[in-house]
């Protein structure tokens, strides 16, 4: 009996031998084979050792590429695909150089997240959302702050200890993030919708359906993952229908009221929805699709960013709290002086810093950069590329590296206060360089960048002026962080204790 299941027919066997040699047929002439791999192995099914790691290890791979191979390329593994890892001075200048129809910047996030397969075609074609960012957010940044003030005050009264007397402990992560996403989206869709319970709760679940259903995509070639997502993990594309079922009343409001502006000059309402259907109507996009739709990238890019480098910050104080009465004196004489405006903000060097090492050892995830190849690409030290393949800059190696950083693994809160450059625009926590890519590197870093930063020193600000805040369990130092994938994430499991001063 047991033998007989192993008597398969002649031509079974030559088939898994056919597909055996096709494999590595296609595996010889895959061009990425002369690019050095890190991590694990480099052969067909071994290589899954390396996308297994990737999944908690990516930081450990990326650093171990950086070490053996220099500033030069190597690749890693993950479940679908190769990464390949661009480093040092000269490469990064290629990329950060290279026009979108050589290596594009919408191109590579989409496919790093697999958004490709639940939007449509012209949101990356033409990325306007990150333009409206460029164009109107950063220079509206002045009035926006008085908003997301008043949003903070009363999220923080609502969420925190109102009054002193009892402390409340609660979950860090989750009223961070409870409290960037409030503030977030004053400026995003204004009133009332930053407060509605079902607007806020799509808005933040957006990044989690993708991250879901990106996991789930993985497991699947390249040719069935259309059908995947379409069939089985739909969350994205779940999520945009109801944003647009959420919105769509305000949208068609705000439509009308551009009617109107048309005809008389009357006010239109000055936030990032709105500026968002200013430029859909010129470009004759103007529906309540497209604009969930670039919402929801909008808020992709700004809440679990800005609410994790916020967390990651607050648990280096928690963990020291000699940093306390310094961050808190800084503040309090910066905002005495100027209120609560950016020019209080500026006056803040030492929480500018703080906020900046914090980034650099930590970060959002482990890479800089993302590009896809659009077209074959021959790299300045020779390396071919082939078009379609994902292109990264990481930045974990380069933000640990000991040749540029003195005791590189350590936490220095003031560490670009005590440098050289002290006081130059280049050590401030919005500059990007080769040495600091949280936010990228290049005409495509982080254009939200100014408003974040703006977001995290107001609400740390808030926090430190207005509650003494410490662990629930002391008893280990800095909650340890949580990799997955090339995510880094901040624990989950910390507990905060909050009381009003
Ligand atoms: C601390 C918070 C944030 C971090 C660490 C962060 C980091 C990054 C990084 C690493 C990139 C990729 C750059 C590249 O590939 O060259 C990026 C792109 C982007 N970010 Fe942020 N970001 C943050 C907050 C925000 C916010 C608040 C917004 C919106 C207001 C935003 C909007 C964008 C957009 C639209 C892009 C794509 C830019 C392009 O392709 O041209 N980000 N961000």
Redesign the pocket.
């Known amino acids: 009996m047991t033998q007989g299941m192993f008597e398969l027919p002649l031509y079974a066997y030559a088939f898994v031998c056919f597909l055996a040699l096709f494999c590595l047929w296609r595996w010889k002439r895959n061009p990425l084979n002369a690019i050095n791999t890190a991590g694990g192995p480099s052969v067909p099914l071994l290589s899954y050792i390396g996308a297994l790691r990737f999944q908690r290890h990516s930081h450990e791979m990326m650093l171990e590429g950086y070490r053996k191979y220099g500033r030069s390329v190597f690749k890693v593994a993950m479940p679908d695909q190769w990464l390949v890892c661009l480093n040092g001075p000269e490469l990064i200048d290629q990329v950060r150089k290279a026009p979108e129809s050589v290596m594009s910047?919408?191109e590579?996030?989409l496919f790093l997240t697999q958004l490709t397969h639940y939007l449509p075609l012209e949101t990356f074609k033409d990325?306007y959302?990150?333009a409206v960012?460029r164009e109107r957010?950063n220079r509206r940044l002045d009035d926006v702050l008085p908003s997301m003030m008043d949003e903070l005050r009363i999220v923080c009264d609502e969420l925190l200890p109102p009054k002193q007397g009892d402390p409340v402990a609660l979950p860090g992560r989750k009223v961070i993030l409870d409290i960037v996403a409030r503030a977030v989206s004053r400026t995003f869709v204004g009133l009332p919708y930053c407060r509605k319970t079902s607007y806020l709760d799509a808005a933040v679940t957006f990044t989690l359906d993708v991250i879901k259903s990106r996991f789930i995509l993985t497991l699947f070639p390249e040719i069935m993952k259309g059908f995947v997502a379409r069939f089985i993990a739909r969350g994205p594309a779940n999520n945009i229908r109801r944003m647009a079922g959420l919105i769509g009343p305000l949208v068609r409001e705000r439509i009308d009221l551009m009617e109107q502006h048309a005809k008389d000059g009357s006010e239109l309402p000055d936030d990032m929805l709105q500026w968002l259907l200013e430029e859909g109507s010129k470009r004759n996009d103007l529906t309540v699709e497209m604009a969930a739709t670039r919402l929801q990238l909008?808020n992709f890019?700004?809440l679990h960013?800005?609410s994790s480098?916020l967390v990651h910050a607050l648990f280096h104080i928690l963990a020291d709290p000699d940093l306390v009465p310094t961050l808190r004196e800084e503040a309090r004489a910066a905002l005495e002086a100027h209120g609560w405006t950016r020019g209080a903000l500026e006056k803040m060097p030492k929480m500018d810093s703080f906020l900046k090492e914090s980034?650099r050892l930590n970060g959002?995830n482990v890479l800089?950069?993302?590009r896809r190849a659009m077209q074959d690409i021959v790299l300045a030290d020779g390396t071919f590329i082939p078009a379609g393949t994902l292109c990264v800059v990481p930045s974990y190696p380069p933000h640990h590296d000991e040749e540029t950083y003195d005791g590189a693994d350590d936490f220095k809160p003031f560490r670009f206060l005590d440098s050289k450059e002290a006081g130059s625009t280049r050590q401030q926590f919005v500059n990007t360089s080769d040495e600091f890519m949280?936010?990228?590197?290049?005409k495509?870093?982080?254009?939200?960048?100014f408003?974040?930063a703006m977001e995290?020193k107001v609400i740390l600000s808030y926090l430190l002026m207005n509650y003494d805040m410490e662990l629930q369990d002391k008893s280990t130092g800095r909650p340890a962080n949580v990799h997955f994938g090339i995510t880094i994430l901040p624990s989950p499991s910390a507990v905060v204790v909050f009381k009003k001063r």
């Open positions: 910047s919408s590579g996030l990325p959302h990150s960012i957010l909008l890019a700004a960013t800005s480098s980034q959002i800089g950069m993302s949280a936010f990228g590197r290049g495509h870093a982080c254009p939200g960048r408003f974040a995290l």
